[in-house]
């Protein structure tokens, strides 16, 4: 019930929490190429990663078929 969906332009797409709830934002990013293909961050998505290092995870989803809507995934936790 705490999980929002943020508007476009804040650095993120999702806000959550852990289970000490503290707040985790979850920037997700999909590709239908494998899971090295290179993906695009904007200077705010950049810039909120690091003001927020602890709690900044990007979701990427890779391999996504459209046909089926599903994809294969792994978490990136910040690397600043």
Do not use: M
């Not at 969906?5 to 806000?15: A, C, K, N, R, T």
């Not at 929490?17 to 950049?46: C, M, Q």
């Not at 989803?61 to 936790?77: P, Q």
Request: one cysteine or more; hydrophobic letters at 30%.
């Amino acid at each position: 019930a705490k999980v929002k969906i943020v508007q476009d332009g804040e650095g993120y797409d999702i806000l959550s929490f852990d289970d000490r709830g503290n707040e985790i934002h979850i920037e997700v990013k999909t590709t239908t190429g494998s899971a090295t293909r290179p993906f695009f961050l904007s200077r705010n998505e950049v810039a909120f990663s690091k003001e927020h290092p602890d709690g900044y995870y990007i979701y990427r989803l890779y391999n996504y078929s459209h046909e089926n809507n599903n994809a294969d995934f792994f978490r990136i936790s910040s690397c600043w």
